[in-house]
């Protein structure tokens, strides 16, 4: 059966000459449209391009939700996918990527930081499936003089912006005093761009009438902390903490995250909570150059620094939930890049560590999968990963159900003229990593800080062993 006619028509400006290039304004009728992907609802063609141009007008911003999109992926990564859609923050593809999306999502949603949004799709000459209804709409952003919840209520229920706040702190009400009993504040997250919400806890004293409050093993019925993320445009629970447990730090899968107290006791006894958060671009990735053409790239070039530290998103708390990095690393002509995990904690399924895991793997190619290279995942792994050329990719990528602690690894360049020299030294024996205190984030910790030290030292004085030719790394192949 056709569709009704007019059901699926874009609502913007088709540029004239152009197949698929739309242009959607802001103005005092036009706030809310459609648009779709050419021939939306049968297949879109193959070899295609559109370009969707989003222009709003001063003081407002533009909000894209994609109700329902089916690409045609081959590909683990939507780096390698050959049919894409990414949003530039800005005019054109010369502006920051704020979402990448291949395969199959429902109601995924995206904000522009400013007044523009550009949205481009392509898609290969193979497999076509059904393509993106996104609808869009055009939001304001002018602060309002108070917040949305009555004036009783301002100390408990909050919606912090990141346009009004970057950074801060919540906690339960009266704090750090006794909290009253029968309330429920929920505190709701929203960014802007790639921006993603890193919560830290810093205190937590909730009432628990029975068992040990620092091991409390259930906390139903009692007073208690519930972290929310949205994926997919589903609300999603990350975990729920009572008594004295500190959770590990946290960071959002997209803009959006919604934190909520509940306390059905009160108690002189106990202090309630408090947390620190951050509206971050990085994605806790504290080294590297990020490289805005893709959500969570970073790049690492032998000119600029010859070893460093690469870590998975939001180390040493819990990694976020259905999110994907890419580490490029771009070494001299006669360089290769050594990498060398000393923490590594990722959920999944092993020996295979298939696409129900989460998992890290590696290629040697810029733009395809390396299958020779075999994925890690699950518990402590002492590995060390070799790439064949100059150039290296490690991926991380996390599904929409597990959370743990992630990795930390040491990368190297090295030249093969020293390779080459050290294959006469005997080899030198690898220890076994373990930081088992930096995954407990309540101990905040002289025990890692003693740890991490240690190691660094140890790399430290390894580098320096290896540049006078006296050790040979043990190389895993996969």
Avoid at 106 to 115: H, K, R, W
Avoid at 320 to 329: G, I, Q, V
Avoid at 423 to 442: I, K
Wanted: proline share 5%.
């Amino acid at each position: 059966m056709s569709p009704p006619p007019g059901k699926y028509i874009t609502t913007g400006t088709r540029l004239e000459g152009k197949h698929c290039t739309y242009e959607f304004y802001s103005n005092a009728t036009h706030k809310t449209g459609r648009f779709f992907s050419p021939f939306y609802p049968q297949n879109y063609k193959p070899n295609g391009t559109c370009r969707y141009n989003f222009h709003a007008l001063p003081g407002e911003r533009v909000k894209i939700v994609f109700k329902n999109v089916q690409l045609h992926d081959t590909a683990s990564s939507c780096r390698d996918s050959p049919d894409v859609i990414k949003v530039y923050d800005g005019l054109d593809a010369s502006a920051n990527v704020i979402g990448h999306l291949c395969g199959i999502h429902n109601d995924e949603e995206v904000i522009s930081t400013g007044t523009n949004l550009y949205v481009a799709f392509t898609c290969d000459d193979k497999n076509q499936k059904q393509g993106e209804p996104p609808k869009f709409e055009f939001l304001f952003t002018m602060v309002k003089s108070t917040s949305n919840v009555s004036s009783s209520d301002q100390d408990c229920n909050q919606h912090i912006k990141s346009t009004e706040h970057r950074n801060g702190s919540i906690s339960s009400p009266k704090y750090p005093f006794a909290y009253p009993a029968d309330i429920t504040c929920r505190y709701v997250f929203t960014g802007v761009g790639r921006e993603r919400i890193q919560l830290r806890f810093l205190h937590m004293d909730l009432h628990f009438p029975r068992g040990d409050p620092t091991e409390p093993v259930d906390c139903g019925g009692s007073d208690s902390v519930t972290v929310y993320v949205i994926i997919n445009g589903t609300t999603e629970r990350i975990d729920t903490w009572c008594g004295k447990e500190l959770p590990h730090m946290l960071m959002s899968s997209q803009h959006k995250m919604i934190v909520e107290f509940k306390s059905y006791h009160s108690s002189m006894e106990v202090t309630g909570f408090m947390a620190h958060y951050s509206f971050v671009t990085n994605f806790g990735i504290l080294e590297g150059q990020q490289d805005n053409r893709g959500m969570c790239v970073f790049n690492y070039q032998s000119s600029v620094k010859s070893h460093g530290e690469i870590t998975s998103p939001n180390y040493n708390g819990l990694y976020p939930r259905n999110t994907e990095c890419h580490y490029l690393f771009y070494g001299k002509e006669n360089e290769r890049v050594r990498i060398e995990f000393v923490d590594f904690d990722i959920e999944g399924y092993m020996p295979r560590c298939d696409e129900r895991s989460d998992y890290v793997s590696f290629s040697n190619f810029a733009n395809s999968e390396d299958r020779k290279m075999t994925r890690l995942c699950g518990g402590p792994h002492n590995r060390v990963v070799w790439s064949d050329g100059p150039f290296f990719r490690v991926i991380f990528k996390s599904n929409e159900c597990f959370d743990s602690t992630g990795f930390q690894a040491y990368y190297q360049f090295i030249a093969s003229e020293q390779e080459k020299k050290d294959q006469d030294v005997q080899p030198l024996e690898e220890e076994t990593y373990s930081v088992q205190g930096r995954r407990n984030s309540g101990i905040g910790s002289s025990v890692a800080s003693a740890v991490n030290r240690r190691l660094e030292s140890r790399f430290q004085s390894q580098l320096l062993s290896l540049s006078r030719s006296s050790v040979l790394w043990r190389t895993w192949e996969p």
